[in-house]
């Protein structure tokens, strides 16, 4: 194509000017001159937004004369045809607005004009959804409701999600709360329903709870699982923090950590949050956790690990303590094999079944096994708590300084030696024992004021 010339492209540019000129100088349209007259629809003319066809003057689009002598008119179309003539976009979406489907799009719109943008009935986007959504009426509310965005969220005639939303839930509510959704794509573990699910923990316009959250934790959590609900509640021994107001939370994060099970902490970390001082009731508190691991050179081996759980159940348990399985409760306790279920977990059941070993234990007289002689009693065995610290002690095997036995913290004086060793403890008169050289207890031991011999 040539180029045009000079004069060319000015002839064009003044027909144009000419052109526009013209335009703003017309008259209105037959028809909204005799539409628009005083008293009659003039009103349409003085809000600030106009409708397409009363801004062109085009009455006619939508009303056609079905009889000019009695003024009467009909719609030039049926049902919400009407409207979706023009605006077929708006219907696009899978979902469609329910007012749009009845052909009652009046019921949001004025179809002439208006002082609020989209032509609206009411003077904002919120008092139009208002007349079918109260989305308001909680003690909690969502940002976007409390401020009448409705359309941050919604779009208001079709969508392909469901809810009119404008985009897919969970993407829906990432685009705002950031903070969750870097969570949710640098931590390993997400809770299920942060993956896109979040309206199945929180009501998307208002709540009575803080967070909007559907119900308070546990209630909320026990929605779900039902498992934890029926362990916390009908166990024996429960855990007090598990089923306390917001419990849960106290522990667990509800979108995602960096921590299995979705834990805030470290599950040990977690528990001295609570553990670092006495809890629970005055006539059978639990001991300080923190306050009996400090400063001692032997861990037990789980509290070496940092795992609680290898003794511990977390949410309730039959068993003392919230043990994982059967241990005694009191110092004394008639043997049974299932009385020391925990500690065979990890350690050997021969331990206490074997009267003679020479390389099963070194806690041995010779080759009298000195575990099988405190513990497997039929009456009154010693339980491992009796010599052996739980959690921590400051000598090898774990062995106590002292055990509580009632208001009296009972001493063991336990001193180690190179083929055995020896203690003096509150429950029975120094005694040694010796794995080379067996000390005889059979021999008389010393002779009484009378001069009775007493024996062992």
């Not at 003539?85 to 329910?98: A, F, I, P, R, S």
């Not at 639990?286 to 290898?310: A, L």
């Amino acid at each position: 194509m040539s180029m045009w010339t000079k004069t060319t492209r000015l002839a064009l540019a003044t027909l144009c000017f000419l052109a526009v000129g013209a335009w703003a100088q017309r008259t209105k349209p037959t028809t909204i001159q005799s539409c628009n007259q005083t008293d009659c629809h003039d009103q349409f003319e003085m809000k600030e937004y106009l409708h397409g066809p009363i801004a062109l003057g085009e009455c006619t689009g939508c009303h056609k004369p079905d009889n000019p002598a009695e003024h009467t008119f009909k719609f030039a179309r049926e049902g919400n045809d009407l409207c979706v003539n023009c605006h077929l976009e708006q219907t696009g979406g899978k979902h469609v607005h329910k007012p749009l489907t009845e052909g009652k799009c009046t019921q949001c719109h004025d179809p002439h004009s208006s002082d609020t943008k989209g032509l609206l009935v009411k003077e904002t986007v919120a008092e139009t959804c208002a007349q079918c959504h109260n989305v308001t009426d909680h003690e909690f509310l969502h940002g976007p409701a409390a401020v009448g965005e409705c359309s941050i969220c919604h779009n208001a005639h079709s969508s392909d999600e469901k809810k009119l939303l404008t985009m897919k839930p969970t993407d829906l509510c990432l685009a705002c709360h950031e903070v969750t959704k870097n969570e949710i794509a640098k931590f390993e573990f997400v809770h299920e329903p942060a993956k896109g699910e979040c309206a199945a923990c929180h009501d998307p316009h208002g709540a009575k709870n803080r967070q909007m959250l559907k119900s308070d934790a546990p209630e909320m959590c026990i929605t779900c699982h039902a498992d934890v609900h029926k362990v916390a509640t009908e166990s024996k021994v429960k855990h007090d923090a598990v089923m306390t107001a917001g419990g849960c939370l106290q522990c667990h994060t509800p979108h995602a950590s960096t921590v299995q099970h979705n834990l805030r902490k470290a599950p040990m970390d977690l528990c001295v949050d609570c553990h670092s001082k006495p809890v629970g009731g005055a006539d059978n508190p639990v001991p300080s956790f923190t306050d009996q691991i400090k400063g001692k050179k032997f861990p037990h081996g789980p509290v070496q690990d940092k795992d609680c759980s290898g003794c511990h159940q977390t949410h309730g348990s039959d068993h003392f303590r919230l043990l994982t399985a059967e241990y005694p409760a009191v110092f004394y306790a008639d043997f049974a094999e299932q009385n020391y279920a925990l500690c065979f977990t990890c350690h050997q059941k021969t331990l206490v079944w074997t009267e003679k070993t020479e390389d099963l234990t070194n806690f041995r007289n010779g080759e009298r096994n000195l575990h099988y002689l405190h513990v497997n009693k039929e009456t009154r065995g010693r339980t491992c708590r009796a010599c052996h610290e739980t959690h921590a002690s400051n000598q090898p095997k774990h062995i106590r300084e002292s055990v509580p036995y009632g208001m009296w913290n009972l001493p063991l004086n336990f001193k180690k030696a190179e083929t055995g060793g020896s203690c003096s403890p509150g429950c029975h008169i120094a005694k040694v024992y010796d794995r080379d050289k067996p000390v005889d207890y059979t021999a008389p031991r010393v002779k009484a004021a009378t001069g009775a011999a007493q024996t062992q």
